[in-house]
């Protein structure tokens, strides 16, 4: 067990003497005094960005949900009216088609009277 300990006291010196040597290269900074004030610039233009997206879209939502509404209005408003079925049957009113279309098949017909007949 002895050599482990004194194995990891040299990594313990060792990575003591390289947090020494990373603060000796990157040393802490003072922030400034407009450190607070340009961060909340920062900050607030990215939320200016993101608030005109998020005004697009609620307005987006708005018309869809408005033109949603005006169509489902008029959809009900032509079912009601629809609803009023003719007293006549469904056969009845496929006969009636059906005569309809066979009336163009025929031609006029001029009857002119016999020559002895006048």
Not at 60 to 75: D, E, H, P, Q, R
Request: proline share 7%; aromatic share 6%; hydrophobic share 40%.
């Amino acid at each position: 067990m002895e050599p482990q300990d004194h194995r990891t006291g040299n990594d313990e010196e060792r990575l003591d003497a390289l947090f020494a040597a990373y603060r000796n290269a990157c040393p802490d900074t003072e922030p400034s005094a407009g450190f607070m004030p340009q961060l909340w610039q920062k900050i607030e233009a990215r939320e200016r960005s993101s608030t005109v997206f998020g005004h697009l879209a609620r307005n987006l939502v708005t018309a869809a949900l408005a033109l949603s509404s005006i169509m489902a209005l008029a959809v009900s408003v032509t079912h009601s009216h629809a609803n009023t079925l003719p007293p006549e049957s469904y056969v009845e009113v496929l006969a009636e088609d059906h005569a309809r279309q066979d009336l163009g098949y025929f031609e006029p017909v001029q009857v002119e009277p016999a020559a002895d007949q006048r």
